[in-house]
């Protein structure tokens, strides 16, 4: 009676571990796409600012100035067609006046009649998944970061173990463990390392 047991328990540990691989997978999908875009982001941020989109443009103006810091700004603001309330204006007293504004500088040289604007706007996605990703916002998103790389782990060491025999972790699936692992490792001995 005990053999008879056995084998279903034995069978029924693997159904188990499949169906509960497959209910985490689903569940981390969402964190895992934000996870590995901000990770190709941050890779690349050499190359590319992830967080915001930035330029520079000038602009010649075809009129003087105003002599008045007040009547300036308002002259370039027109010219531009910014219909916004600059959040500080500094007026260096040497031909230059720069004003901030929510996502631009303008820094307007008086006597050359040119205006360099200076622009920096948030990438809509990316720049959120990487908040995320480097954990800024820390508090409650630290509990969430922790537990989904423990479900990351789960499904790693699960998965290991779906697949009986040579398949499995006993044959092939060894060999692939064995190559995985030795990435991470041969790259810090052949790279020297931190």
């Known amino acids: 009676m005990a053999e008879g047991k056995a084998a279903p328990i034995k069978r029924r540990w693997r159904v188990w571990l499949r169906a509960s691989h497959r209910d985490i997978g689903y569940l981390v999908v969402g964190l895992t796409v934000i996870y590995a875009l901000s990770g190709l982001a941050v890779n690349h941020i050499d190359d590319w600012n992830a967080n915001f989109i930035a330029y520079e443009k000038t602009h010649q103006l075809t009129k003087p100035l105003p002599k ?13 067609a910014i219909d916004e ?7 260096s007293g040497a031909g230059e006046i720069e004003l ?5 500088v303008l820094i307007i040289d008086r006597a050359q009649g040119i205006v360099l604007e200076r622009v920096r706007k948030p990438r809509p996605f990316v720049r959120v ?12 998103w630290t509990f969430i970061a922790d537990a989904y790389a423990l479900l990351l782990l789960a499904l790693a060491i699960s998965g290991m173990f779906m697949l009986p025999g040579r398949k499995g972790l006993r044959g092939r699936g060894a060999v692939l463990v064995a190559l995985g692992s030795a990435v991470p490792v041969l790259y810090v001995v052949l790279s020297g390392g931190p």
């Not at 901030?100 to 631009?104: A, F, G, N, T």
């Not at 998944?129 to 409650?140: C, D, E, I, T």
Request: hydrophobic letters at 40%.
């Open 68 to 80: 008045s810091t007040a009547s300036a700004v308002r002259a370039v603001l027109t010219t531009l």
């Open 100 to 104: 901030q504004l929510s996502d631009r």
């Open 85 to 91: 309330r600059p959040r500080d204006v500094f007026d």
């Open 129 to 140: 998944a990487n908040w995320l990703h480097l954990n800024r916002g820390k508090k409650a």
